[in-house]
């Protein structure tokens, strides 16, 4: 999928520029911008993709999953650029007042552009979902900033042609780059979130405990849950309180157990669990709370 965004996005950028050269509209000569950002943004998550899906070594036991959110940073700085880009052609045009020409060329260029974006941000989108992928998670909502982008500039173009007010060529660039940056906005905290190891959502924390309470019964209760993510794996470890009488081999078990419950629940999951007797449990300890991580 990732290589289908490399093609789709090189073609629209030589599409882009060509038109914008040729009748000298600054929103479309950003949008080529913008979709040559998202042209390095796609050969980022290409690259990371692979990268991330290296099993474990003895450089990396934990796996190479943050790399997915490095190239998803590096995606959102790369929107955050071509937002700075475009009010800086923007106000260049404003200052130097000319005119656009050619407009059919640009409108047609742009519907083009919001059609095959909205095609392959989908695919993406689903690909991602599918493999909780963050890489391509970062890679199609840089595609969809480029379908609302391009929806921006086809309108600012038809009221051109409608109104003869060249001046919404620039107005309507800087709506766009105003949108885009608050996009950006949003992927920064999302791909920033597990590299500080951050916990995970509070639904899948929730799964965590509803699994524990359907596991054995010789389970008493549990705590110092503590949860992260890495690319799209993600690593859990607690302590469970069990009765006292039992045997290592059935505590060796009963961890087995505990741990299958929650990767069932959860897939693609690295799971550690610490048993106790139930005795060294403080009585508030004993307890089943949803996301506890006490």
Request: hydrophobic share 50%; charged share 25%; proline share 4%.
């Amino acid at each position: 999928m990732a290589l289908l965004s490399i093609l789709s996005n090189t073609t629209l950028v030589v599409l882009k520029l060509a038109v914008g050269w040729m009748t000298g509209a600054v929103s479309i000569i950003a949008e080529g911008v913008h979709s040559g950002m998202d042209l390095v943004a796609a050969i980022i998550a290409w690259l990371s993709v692979r990268v991330a899906d290296r099993p474990p070594d003895r450089e990396h036991p934990f796996g190479h999953g943050k790399i997915e959110n490095l190239s998803g940073l590096a995606e959102a700085l790369l929107i955050s650029a071509a937002a700075v880009l475009i009010v800086k052609e923007s106000l260049e045009k404003m200052s130097a007042g000319t005119d656009t020409e050619m407009l059919e060329w640009g409108i047609a260029v742009m519907g083009v552009s919001a059609v095959l974006n909205t095609v392959v941000s989908y695919k993406l989108f689903r690909t991602a979902k599918r493999t909780d992928s963050m890489a391509l998670l970062a890679d199609a909502e840089h595609l969809r900033t480029d379908v609302i982008t391009s929806l921006g500039v086809f309108a600012g173009l038809a009221l051109i042609k409608i109104t003869g007010y060249h001046i919404l060529d620039p107005i309507a660039a800087m709506a766009v780059a105003g949108l885009i940056f608050h996009i950006s906005i949003k992927l920064i905290w999302q791909t920033v979130a597990p590299l500080i190891d951050s916990t995970l959502p509070e639904r899948e924390r929730e799964i965590i405990n509803e699994s524990l309470k359907e596991c054995d019964p010789k389970v008493v209760g549990w705590h110092k849950i503590r949860t992260r993510k890495s690319g799209s794996w993600r690593f859990i470890d607690l302590h469970v309180q069990v009765k006292s009488d039992l045997t290592v081999l059935e505590a060796h078990e009963l961890v087995d157990e505990i741990e299958n419950c929650i990767k069932d629940a959860l897939p693609k999951s690295h799971v550690l669990v610490h048993v106790e007797p139930e005795e060294e449990a403080a009585p508030e300890d004993l307890r089943f709370p949803p996301g506890d991580e006490s």
